[in-house]
């Protein structure tokens, strides 16, 4: 790779799709930007004031009721004449006549009514006994909420030392949050790719609830302090940064139209066979895929860049800093790499749709999921965004926490970019194949001899580390489900966290030796197919044991962590035999399991099939009686 | 100058080119031959170094076809020339310049001096609104914006009209004159004789006669004998007032005077008609189908 | 084969919307589970109640299903019991003079463990007792007060579900179907002109306008299909949906527009990038300015869904399908310009 190559081709990509968009393109664009801007305005000022649930619930009630005033303060009830008809004709759904409920709630839509009315009237009540004169009468409760650390606790979060004390927002930076809360959540409703429009909606509603139930809740709440006086009960708030993940969401919504313009550049330079004069040029190949998509990573990060600034400027988000921009990188990275496979696969520009707006979804969850969890459990340090979060709300970020949470989507990404660029060659480009056929291209462009499974294996392994930590992020709520299963007094998530890690990695150390023989690279002998096997297993296994980084974030910490690593940390005290065993045991288990898929992937793809459900099997077998009695 | 050397393609199960070998000189302009999917393409992008070959080598001036040295020497026109729509033709010469590292305003003045040769107007028009004559102009600058030493151009003068057809052909040879070695591969037969050196025929991915024209013409040619006689011999036609008899070997035609003068008539006269290589083509192909002849053929 | 192409696509498009859906939904249920611990059968919260109050804060916990306390007179005591992880939190309440003006209140300092994955469930718990203790608080006081505070309501169990279900993933998981569509017909639109097939069709006996209506019906008549087995999906879950009609209806109103700006959008740029670009921005921008009128669409698919519908929600139905057909009658006589003019 030559860098001066490489920006001239930069330099083209830019001036080339300069001309793809002409004037007019540009002034609609500007005026669609402009017309965002005021939707998000005319709903931070809740000018419109239309809910997404207004008017869901019918209440007969009139005024002479006290829940009158209660219904009227809540959009989400429509307000009817009391009318006990209108209840058995299933048009109303409470029916009150002074304080006394008239109906019986039967069905789930009468019960959420009922629920909902009883949050609105405790928020009524707050409201209405603010403005009472006796203030001592009216909120006879004051709170003060201390966070302390339970002394023997070994679940050290690094950040926790200045944790009680050393964040939140000042008042007025959390109070401008909750409005580019709200707003971030309604331009995210209609969302670009239709996939972040889930989580954004949500995400919005919540900022309505929240909005409604105190305007300084955020300032006080969210980290009531002890020499914070004054505090009532509803002003206590669980220690979950909403505005900062609001604010996080922000870097994310971006990077859906950056990838959506970079899947198209890719694209069409394999739509009729455009790409390829430029592989006849003395420029490499590198030079021509680094070259077309440094400007969108040049763009995306500038992006996120201009957001810190804006919001460290803005007195949003005042101690947002380098590190918010350098903990997006490898999310930048993560979503280019991911679209470049995308557009190295897809086969027309529906398809690439379809491929945009999985990587979306996928790696928004994947991104914002974890952060959720940011101040709960160091589970979340496996996203990069949760290191945004932490620097917008002005906690420090250690170096281990840093890398723990870049490095796995970094060389993720280099991963996805070296598998698309083994299809970037006149071959794979032009060629219209099914996407699962272009992946086992992609992978077996990396295989040349027996030994390559060994490669591949450990090559794959960024991706398997990526994906499990995804898994167990995920799995992480069920946690605290707890299922009995087999007696054995495991967690369901832990099961399901078995079952998902299993399935990755029997995949990660099978698909590219199934991809192998699809491509006849190897003998399709049962010496062969062993041999491969077992050098697959190896592979993973010493790739697996380089990674023992996993311990930088305390995630053995936790049972599931444990759960998922198990292999990977020895438990102390053990005697060196017992040890030395437990170390050996995953090797055989990897290269047994390995050899069982690859013996079936020499024989065809049901073959194939069949062979690594039975890998899957035994994997999952022995992890779990590993986790049941070890841990 | 191009040395190809048992070159080999397969795709899955699918061989593409046998194992070719052949040699270009310095100068010399050679064309591959033959029908759709027998190769011709293959073999050309394995030359540009597009298509890693299965086994074999290919070397280009004694660079391997895979390095970055080699392609800055190489001028390469693929059949269908897709071009960025949305640039003109100046800034897509620009780009091309740029990346084949050109000063800028040798560039400038290479790719005007390229067009005005090829008498291309529209000069600022998106190539995305021209012509496909007009856009295989262009890419015909393209492959000449680098100066290159050796063109490999891919069915020139394919799917353009009868007059751009010769526009271009022409303008190929005037390249050749000017000391450029060319690989071409073509289909169409017509234009290829006016300009070969040398020539292979390639069918079902495998070079089945080469040579230059007279010596394929030896070979699978027939040169036929036209005899005019005065009187009717057997075989003849009447034709002109005159009688003709096609023969294919002296000893016939001598025959044929015999029998004339036997019938109290003569020979007025004798033309000769060599075949053309469009026969010469349709032969091998069938010799192809019957048994591969080779023509031996030392190689430099 | 073209059914065959036309069934894959739907394939995808569903297996991503159920990947939208499941994450949607995830990310809720996620949210409101760490929330509501009683959502979750995490076992109780074990407070330690100590102070003067102590008795109050018993009374207000012992309502709570998901909170056992245990008082403590001996602070201390509380304290080792937290250290010891035997209590998750711990109340000490005093009766201090008001600092917002006569009389006495009950000042309560909350112990809670720091980042423990509990703590936000403990948190929550712990509002919830000291919501108790303040309304009972007030029940004692309502002589002092200007108003009474309104009684609440009775608990009921109720789905914690249901507003979400109705309000947001019905919505979602309808709207979703339209914006796939329009996407995909900006891309069908875009590609046969990038790949220059739209001239090999205009050779056919066909104008550009059939071509563009075959296209435009397809994507069309795509998305209610669709709509329709999300609405089937969700009654064999049980959810049931109400003016089933009616919403497929607006659906396929809303479902027209889209396509209609994805086929203009396709047409006047020619160009996928762009048109893709400005489609989503647009559409967006559509979606999100229609809080100005009197109901957002959204609103109007989640009171169809949950049968609370006014005159108003039909009113907007009548208006999607009036705008439905206006726009795309629009779109033919500039379709038709177009390619008079490029002809």
Redesign the interface.
């Known amino acids: 790779m030559q860098l001066d190559t490489l920006l001239r081709v930069a330099k083209w990509e830019m001036t080339k799709?300069a001309g793809?968009?002409?004037k007019r393109?540009i002034v609609?664009?500007a005026l669609?930007?402009v017309?965002?801007g005021?939707?998000?305005a005319?709903?931070v000022s809740g000018g419109?004031g239309?809910?997404?649930?207004?008017?869901?619930?019918?209440i007969g009630v009139d005024e002479s009721s006290?829940?009158y005033?209660?219904a009227a303060d809540d959009s989400?009830f429509?307000i009817r004449e009391p009318d006990p008809a209108a209840i058995e004709r299933?048009q109303q759904e409470l029916l009150y006549r002074g304080?006394q409920?008239q109906s019986v709630?039967r069905t789930?839509?009468e019960?959420?009514a009922?629920?909902?009315?009883?949050d609105s009237?405790?928020q009524?009540?707050d409201r209405?006994?603010a403005r009472?004169?006796?203030?001592?009468?009216?909120?006879?409760?004051?709170?003060?909420?201390?966070?302390?650390?339970?002394?023997?606790?070994s679940?050290?979060?690094p950040r926790?030392g200045d944790?009680?004390d050393g964040s939140g927002p000042s008042a007025g930076g959390s109070d401008a949050s909750d409005g580019s809360g709200s707003s971030t959540g309604?331009?995210g409703?209609?969302?670009?790719?239709?996939?972040t429009?889930?989580?954004a909606?949500?995400g919005g509603?919540?900022g309505g609830t929240a909005g409604g139930s105190g305007a300084n809740l955020g300032a006080i709440g969210a980290r009531l302090t002890g020499d914070v006086?004054?505090g009532?009960?509803?002003d206590?708030?669980?220690?979950?940064p909403f505005e900062s993940l609001v604010l996080a969401f922000l870097y994310i919504v971006p990077m859906n139209?950056v990838i959506?313009?970079y899947g198209?550049?890719m694209l069409?330079e394999r739509?009729?066979r455009r790409g390829e004069l430029l592989l006849v040029t003395p420029v490499s190949r590198g030079d021509i895929i680094g070259g077309k998509t440094l400007p969108y990573l040049a763009g995306a990060v500038g992006v996120a860049a201009l957001i810190t600034a804006a919001l460290r400027f803005g007195n949003i988000a005042p101690a947002g800093s380098y590190v918010a921009v350098l903990a997006v990188v490898p999310l930048v990275v993560l979503f280019l790499s991911a679209t470049f496979c995308g557009a190295m696969f897809a086969r027309?520009?529906?398809?690439?749709?379809?491929v945009t707006?999985?990587i979306t979804?996928?790696l928004t969850?994947y991104a914002?999921?974890p952060a959720?969890f940011t101040?709960?459990?160091p589970i979340a340090l496996i996203s990069p965004l949760t290191l945004v979060v932490l620097d917008l709300t002005g906690q420090s970020v250690g170096l281990s926490s840093f890398v723990f949470s870049t490095v796995p989507p970094l060389l993720t990404g280099l991963v996805l970019f070296g598998l698309g660029a083994g299809l970037y060659r006149e071959e794979d480009m032009f060629t219209q194949r099914p996407i699962p056929l272009k992946v086992l291209d992609a992978l077996a462009g990396g295989i040349n001899s027996r030994r390559s499974a060994l490669k591949m294996s450990i090559v794959l392994l960024p991706l398997v580390i990526v994906a499990e930590l995804a898994a167990i992020a995920?799995l992480?709520?069920l946690?605290?489900?707890?299922l009995n299963v087999f007696g054995t007094n495991q967690s369901l998530g832990i099961v399901l966290v078995l079952g998902v890690i299993v399935v990755i990695e029997e995949l990660a150390k099978s698909l590219h030796v199934y991809a192998g023989y699809e491509h006849a690279r190897y003998e399709r002998t049962l010496r062969s197919a062993l041999g491969v096997g077992a050098l697959s297993g190896l592979g993973f296994f010493i790739g697996e044991k380089g990674l023992l980084i996993a311990r930088l974030s305390d995630l053995e910490s936790?049972p599931i962590g444990e759960a998922a690593l198990q292999g990977a940390t020895l438990p102390a005290g053990l005697p060196l035999w017992v040890a030395g065993l437990l170390f050996m045991l995953p090797l055989a288990l990897h290269t047994v399991t390995a050899a069982i898929s690859s013996v079936g992937a020499s024989r065809g793809r049901r073959a194939y099939v069949a062979a690594l459900t039975v890998a899957i099997v035994i994997h999952f077998a022995y992890n779990f009686t590993v986790v049941s009695t070890l841990v | 100058m191009i040395d190809a050397r048992d070159i080999r393609k397969e795709y899955g199960g699918f061989v593409a080119v046998q194992g070719s070998s052949f040699s270009v000189d310095r100068g010399e302009v050679f064309g591959i031959i033959g029908p759709n999917g027998a190769g011709k393409t293959t073999t050309l992008k394995m030359l540009a170094g597009l298509l890693e070959p299965t086994s074999g080598s290919a070397e280009i001036a004694g660079l391997d076809t895979e390095t970055a040295e080699m392609r800055q020497q190489l001028g390469f026109l693929p059949e269908e020339s897709p071009l960025y729509?949305?640039m003109t033709p100046i800034s897509y010469l620009k780009f091309f310049a740029d990346l084949y590292d050109v000063d800028p305003d040798v560039a400038e003045e290479r790719m005007h001096d390229t067009l005005d040769k090829l008498e291309l107007e529209h000069r600022d028009r998106k190539l995305g609104d021209m012509s496909k004559g007009m856009k295989r102009k262009v890419a015909i600058a393209r492959s000449l914006i680098n100066d290159p030493d050796v063109l490999i151009y891919d069915e020139p003068a394919s799917g353009l009209d009868p007059l751009t057809t010769n526009y271009v052909i022409e303008f190929t040879e005037q390249l050749a004159k000017e000391g450029k070695t060319i690989v071409f591969s073509a289909h169409n037969l017509f234009h290829v004789e006016s300009i070969c050196d040398r020539v292979v025929i390639m069918n079902e991915g495998e070079i089945v006669a080469r040579g230059d024209l007279e010596e394929l013409q030896a070979e699978y040619g027939h040169t036929r004998y036209h005899v005019y006689t005065t009187v009717d011999v057997p075989d003849a036609v009447q034709e002109n007032g005159s009688y003709k008899r096609v023969v294919e070997s002296m000893d016939a035609v001598e025959e044929t005077r015999e029998r004339a003068e036997a019938n109290g008539g003569d020979v007025v006269d004798i033309r000769t008609e060599e075949s053309s290589l469009e026969e010469v083509f349709l032969n091998v192909a069938e010799a192809g189908t019957r048994g591969t002849r080779y023509v031996e053929e030392d190689t430099e | 084969m073209r059914s065959l192409s036309r069934e894959k696509?739907i394939v995808?498009?569903l297996l991503?919307q159920l990947?939208?859906?499941g994450?949607?939904s995830?990310?809720?249920?996620?949210?409101t589970?760490?929330?509501d611990p009683s959502s979750?059968?995490?076992?109780e919260v074990e407070m330690a109640v100590t102070g003067d109050a102590r008795e109050e804060l018993e009374a207000a916990a012992a309502e709570q299903d998901g909170t056992s306390v245990t008082a403590f007179e001996n602070e201390a005591a509380a304290q080792r019991a937290?250290?010891?992880?035997r209590v998750d939190a711990i109340l000490r309440g005093e009766y201090v003079p008001?600092?917002?003006?006569?009389?006495?209140?009950?000042?309560?300092?909350?112990?809670?463990?720091?980042?423990?994955?509990r703590?936000?469930l403990i948190?929550?718990e712990?509002?919830r007792v000291?919501?108790a203790?303040?309304r009972q608080?007030?029940l004692e006081?309502?002589p002092?007060?200007?108003?009474p505070?309104?009684?609440?309501?009775?608990?009921?169990?109720?789905?914690q579900y249901?507003?979400?279900t109705?309000?947001?993933l019905i919505?979602?998981l309808l709207?979703?179907p339209p914006?796939?569509s329009g996407?995909?017909a900006v891309?069908?639109v875009?590609?046969e002109l990038?790949?220059?097939t739209m001239e090999l069709l205009r050779v056919a006996p066909v104008s550009l306008l059939d071509i563009i209506d075959g296209k435009a019906l397809g994507m069309v008549l795509l998305a209610p299909a669709q709509a329709l087995m999300w609405l089937a999906l969700l009654s064999t879950n049980g959810i049931a949906v109400s003016n089933p009609a009616a919403i497929l209806l607006f659906i396929t109103a809303v479902t027209v527009v889209v396509v209609t700006l994805g086929v203009v959008l396709g047409i006047t740029?020619q160009?996928?990038?762009?048109a893709?670009?400005?489609f989503?921005?647009?559409?967006?921008?559509?979606?999100?300015?229609a809080?100005?009128?009197?109901?957002?669409p959204?609103?109007t698919v989640?009171?169809l869904a949950?049968?609370?519908p006014?005159l108003l929600t039909y009113g907007h139905v009548g208006g999607a399908v009036l705008l439905a057909v206006a726009g795309y009658a629009a779109a033919r006589l500039y379709i038709g310009r177009v390619a008079a003019e490029s002809l």
């Open positions: 799709n793809g968009v002409d393109t609609v664009m669609s930007l017309a965002m005021a939707v998000a005319i709903a419109a239309a809910g997404m649930d207004d008017g869901i619930y019918r006290p829940y005033g209660v989400t429509d299933r304080t409920l709630p789930a839509k019960r959420a009922l629920t909902e009315l009883r009237t405790a009524y009540n209405t006994l009472d004169d006796n203030q001592t009468a009216a909120f006879p409760v004051s709170v003060t909420l201390v966070y302390e650390q339970q002394s023997g606790s679940q050290l979060d926790s944790g009680s309604g331009s409703d209609g969302s670009d790719t239709g996939g429009g889930g989580s909606a949500s509603g919540d006086q004054g009532t009960p509803s206590i708030s669980p220690p979950f139209f959506q313009a198209s550049s069409s739509l009729n027309s520009f529906k398809e690439l749709t379809f707006v999985t979804v996928t969850s914002f999921v959720i101040d709960v459990t995920f992480f709520v946690d605290s489900v707890s936790l | 729509e949305e | 696509t995808l498009a991503i990947f939208v859906a994450f949607s995830f990310l809720v249920v996620g949210l589970s760490l929330y979750v059968a995490a076992g937290f250290d010891q992880r008001s600092t917002r003006g006569p009389g006495e209140q009950i000042a309560v300092t909350a112990v809670v463990p720091e980042g423990s994955i703590s936000t948190v929550v712990v509002r000291l919501n203790l303040e608080e007030r006081r309502t002092y007060l200007d108003q505070p309104v009684p609440l309501p009775d608990t009921v169990s109720a789905s249901f507003g979400f109705y309000t947001i919505p979602l709207f979703l914006f796939i996407s995909v891309d069908t875009t590609e990038e790949r220059g740029l160009n996928r990038r762009p893709q670009l400005l989503s921005v647009l559409t967006l921008v559509l979606f999100g300015g809080v100005i009128l009197p109901e957002h959204a609103t989640a009171k949950v049968d609370s006014t």
